[in-house]
């Protein structure tokens, strides 16, 4: 057992070390799942995210809000009466998320200082959180955005001010000389605007200038900022695809496999072709231990591509797991069937040359009509009874069902029946036809 | 200590080994001196049990064969080919020999070898950044993990500079010195003839003869040259015997000198293939 665990280590270490196998391995099968994610999300990327407005305030810095929000390119909005409506309209996957300005949104600076912030509250669909942040940013934007304006009233500014000398005074815990700094820092901010010639300020630019130094104090500050967005998610559901990513993560998935087998199935060409699998063997190990330790290596990383696929795609992707138990066993059963392929393509090829090909580019036409590159439910009726032949049409059902399908244990159990079939067999040939070349 | 009872092995139409024998006795350094082709790698091969001989027998310290895994272990084998991890560091290639061969203290072992082939100091680099040299030492590291009994090296010295080459001799010297038995296959005659305390020359996978330098050369190095100087006049005379001749030189009188060329193995090589072994 020992000597399998250190042929199989080396066999990781030797994978990670190449670039080639690492890129088509870890990183080749995540950038298709993403972008495949994209171009089947429809969004495409670049083009204007869907955003649902409610404006529940009656105050003009909510009226300022919500035009910005409207003309920002980088937003197509929907307006809704209710935030009820909106959330409808998010969970219904119309729009990425709805941005709530809520009742207690007032026109007063007062709540500035006080510590609460401007509110402004969001709902998103967990599956877009990739795009969280960047609605989130750009809420704080147009929020700052709207302070020049309130800069260059009068009125509120003094109340501002007024109220900030309140707050400082009533603050607990601050030292005499923070709170003379605190002071002093108002009666500057005071003195500067009122001193700008309101009826030149037409124009943004200084007190935009100013705006921003506040933002940078605020956020240099770190604890405190005069926004306050609260980004709410929808609870995950069930049943259905919630985004592309659910689809193009168990696809990207089966390319990690298909990345596993050209890197095995190319190591035991390699120590074959380079005399190191003759001198293991004259260690004193069987090679069953042999093959076994390479088994190992491969169904490893297979389980390390999988479970780095799917967790990206909940992580960072809001997909979620609906029977984790079950799922594992599909990782198991598919890391086992891709492990006895690998064998069986290490055991038929007999150069570099043809375990690359075989490793990556006789997969690429498994994979194509096991939809790998196309989910199939897309596919035409003829390629979609093919893609029964290839195991990643099998490694995709079986994981899909516990993954976000939710399917009833009973339908899982064929695709994996399938899979365990697959790997005894490729096991069972492959390691056959390595054993026939490696002598006694 | 190592005995092969007249193998044959045969690739198809090509006959590698045809017939060979040999004894190797406990703590000597015995030479298989042959051209590139005569069946030095696959008689290597078949005394490490690996590649089975169509006919013949082996014995490994009155073990039995050592295709018996516990047997094998009393072997280490440094192929001609460097046979490592070019993608891990010099370290990581001995320890995960030396682990697979099950070594206890496998980390103190890896050490104590570094020490032993000099690479402590790029012993975290990754060997495929190592000069030829230092490829060809690591190599006879790794067949040294396990402390075997029984050393075969493979060429040991193959495509590394004279530098190297002193080294790698001078360490198979020190093993042999603690007590080794080792085979050593080489096709160059000085190597043979500097560290080998008995050589075998192979040719078409046939053991043409074997004995000390000194018993070949006498056997089949055929006659030494004396050169016989009396003023400026010299007289070159080829003898079995050059102690007779010089005498019998020196006795006709007026020598003012004398020098006399042995024959080497590169002689007995060439009287007994009707080839030179540079080809
Ligand atoms: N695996 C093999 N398949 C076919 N021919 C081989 C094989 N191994 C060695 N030979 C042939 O056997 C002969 C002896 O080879 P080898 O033992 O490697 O010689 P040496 O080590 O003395 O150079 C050569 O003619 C070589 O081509
Ligand atoms: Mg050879």
């Known amino acids: 057992m020992n000597a399998v665990l250190t042929l199989a280590q080396k066999d990781l270490r030797l994978l990670f070390r190449d670039k080639g196998d690492v890129f088509f391995t870890f990183i080749f099968p995540m950038l298709l799942a993403i972008l495949f994610g994209f171009i089947f999300g429809g969004g495409g990327g670049t083009s204007a995210i869907d955003l649902a407005l409610v404006n529940e305030s009656s105050s003009s810095l909510a009226k300022g809000i919500a035009g910005d929000l409207t003309r920002d390119s980088s937003f197509a909005v929907t307006t809704f009466a209710t935030r009820e409506e909106a959330t409808a309209s998010v969970r219904a996957g119309k729009v990425v998320a709805a941005v709530i300005l809520p009742s207690t949104m007032q026109d007063g600076l007062d709540g500035l200082f006080g510590g609460s912030g401007i509110p402004i509250e969001a709902v998103i669909d967990p599956s877009h959180r990739a795009e969280a942040g960047l609605i989130q940013g750009k809420l704080h934007e147009l929020a700052f955005r709207q302070f020049p304006r309130m800069f260059t009233d009068g009125a509120q500014m003094s109340k501002l001010f007024a109220g900030a000398r309140k707050t400082i005074a009533g603050a607990d815990g601050l030292t005499p000389a923070q709170r003379l700094a605190a002071t002093g820092f108002v009666a500057a901010g005071e003195l500067f605007t009122t001193s700008i010639d309101r009826s030149s300020v037409k124009s943004d630019t200084p007190a935009t200038a100013a705006a921003e130094s506040d933002a940078e104090s605020a956020s240099s500050a770190g604890a405190w900022s005069p926004v306050a967005v609260t980004v709410a998610e929808l609870p995950p559901r069930t049943g259905g695809p919630r985004s592309s990513f659910d689809l193009s993560f168990p696809q990207g998935l089966v390319w990690g496999l298909a990345g596993c087998i050209g890197a095995f199935a190319g190591s035991v060409v390699v120590e074959r072709s380079r005399g190191t699998l003759a001198r293991l063997r004259l260690a004193p190990i069987t090679q069953a231990h042999l093959l076994a330790g390479k088994g190992l290596a491969c169904f490893l990383s297979a389980l390390l591509v999988e479970v780095l696929l799917i967790s990206m795609a909940v992580v960072a992707f809001g997909s979620s797991i609906a029977q984790p138990f079950m799922l594992l066993v599909a990782f198991v059963l598919s890391a086992f069937a891709f492990s006895g392929l690998a064998m069986l393509v290490a055991g038929l090829c007999r150069t570099e040359a043809e375990a690359n090909g075989a490793g990556r580019g006789g997969v690429l036409l498994l994979a194509m009509i096991g939809g790998g590159t196309i989910p199939l439910f897309f596919m035409p009726p003829f390629l979609r009874t093919m893609s029964y032949a290839s195991p990643f049409r099998w490694v995709v059902q079986a994981v899909e069902g516990p993954f976000w399908r939710d399917t009833p244990l009973g339908e899982q159990i064929l695709p994996l029946v399938v899979l365990a079939g697959i790997g005894v067999l490729g096991f069972g040939v492959g390691v056959r036809s390595i054993r026939s070349t490696l002598g006694r | ?279």
């Open chain 2, 1 to 279: 200590m190592l005995t092969l009872g007249d193998i044959r092995k045969r690739f198809g139409a090509t006959t590698a080994v045809d017939g060979l024998s040999l004894q190797v006795s406990a703590g000597e350094v015995f030479g298989l001196l042959g051209p590139n082709g005569a069946g030095k790698s696959t008689s290597l091969a078949i005394a490490t049990g690996l590649l089975a001989a169509d006919s013949g027998s082996v014995d490994l310290l009155g073990l039995g064969s050592p295709t018996n895994a516990s047997v094998r272990s009393h072997l280490g084998l440094a192929p001609q080919e460097i046979t490592l991890y070019a993608e891990l560091t010099a370290r990581e290639n001995l320890l995960f020999f030396a682990r697979l061969y099950g070594v206890a203290n496998a980390r103190r072992r890896v050490e104590e070898l570094l020490a032993i082939v000099e690479l402590e100091s790029r012993a975290n680099d990754r060997i495929g950044t190592f000069s030829g040299g230092m490829k060809r030492r690591l190599n006879l590291a790794a067949a040294l993990v396990h402390d075997p009994k029984v050393l075969l090296l493979d060429e040991p010295t193959a495509g590394v500079d004279p530098q190297s080459r002193n080294r790698i001799l001078e360490l198979v010297r020190t093993l042999a010195r603690a007590g080794k038995t080792i085979v050593y296959t080489t096709h160059y005659m000085e190597e043979a003839a500097k560290i080998c305390d008995r050589v075998g020359i192979v040719d078409h996978g046939r053991m043409l003869d074997v004995g000390t330098v000194a018993q070949l050369v006498t056997r089949h190095g055929g006659h030494s040259a004396v050169t016989v100087s009396r003023g400026d006049q010299d007289e070159r005379v080829l003898t079995a015997d050059p102690v007779a001749e010089v005498t019998r030189q020196f006795a006709v009188g007026g020598v003012t000198g004398v020098r006399v060329e042995s024959p080497d193995l590169e002689a007995v090589f060439l009287a007994l293939t009707g080839r030179s072994l540079r080809e």
